[in-house]
């Protein structure tokens, strides 16, 4: 006997918070300690969901930590995306993203806890920043905005710009991130072939205030 529409949805609602309860729990310990040793009873415990309920939907641990990191990394490159919509220049959108990723650190310090907590590099991987990042690269290239001859290793030192900002947010409170941002991308734009008046002019625009 078939379930009715209407339990077949309730079930996947259902399934869907008991997953992202799991999932918002992996991402409080990433955030808060990154020690990705937790059981998975403890896990599950913070989850407030059944033990059996994680393998529902996780077939280890390590999979788990990585939908957080996904689901974080996200949730920040959505953030980016409400900010600079409507902007249509790939260089300010490019500049932009490095620029708010600065001014998030208070407002999603969450994510930027478990970006340092976790493997680093994983800021670079298919969520968050790089897919918009090459986005706007590759749009740059063909307009003609950019002048990079390998936008490989062009996307490599944004993500490089990245990691150093985590690293003053989380290591030297004292530093002006906002500042380090604004001249990063100053420089990243020079790199990308924008004349250094203009990638100046570009890097120091007013970003758009958040809706």
Not at 84 to 103: C, I, K, M, N, T
Request: glycine share 8%; with cysteine; hydrophobic share 45%.
């Amino acid at each position: 006997m078939q379930m009715s529409a209407s339990l077949t949805n309730r079930f996947e609602r259902r399934r869907a918070e008991t997953r992202q309860a799991l999932v918002r729990a992996a991402r409080g310990i990433l955030a808060e300690s990154g020690d990705t040793g937790a059981s998975i009873r403890a896990i599950a415990e913070r989850a407030d969901v059944g033990f059996g309920s994680f393998y529902n939907h996780f077939t280890c641990k390590p999979d788990l930590f990585a939908a957080a990191v996904a689901d974080a990394l996200e949730e920040y490159g959505q953030a980016i995306d409400a900010r600079l919509h409507g902007v249509a220049d790939p260089a300010e959108r490019l500049a932009g993203g490095l620029r708010l990723s600065a001014r998030l650190a208070d407002s999603h310090s969450e994510i930027m806890r478990i970006l340092c907590h976790s493997e680093l590099g994983r800021i670079g991987t298919g969520h968050g920043l790089a897919p918009r990042a090459r986005r706007d690269m590759e749009q740059g290239m063909t307009s003609g905005r950019f002048a990079v001859v390998d936008p490989v290793i062009a996307l490599t030192v944004l993500n490089g710009s990245l990691l150093a900002l985590l690293e003053l947010w989380f290591n030297r409170p004292e530093a002006d991130i906002h500042q380090a941002a604004d001249t990063m991308a100053q420089m990243l734009l020079h790199m990308l072939g924008l004349p250094p008046d203009e990638a100046c002019e570009v890097a120091r625009r007013p970003l758009p205030a958040a809706a």
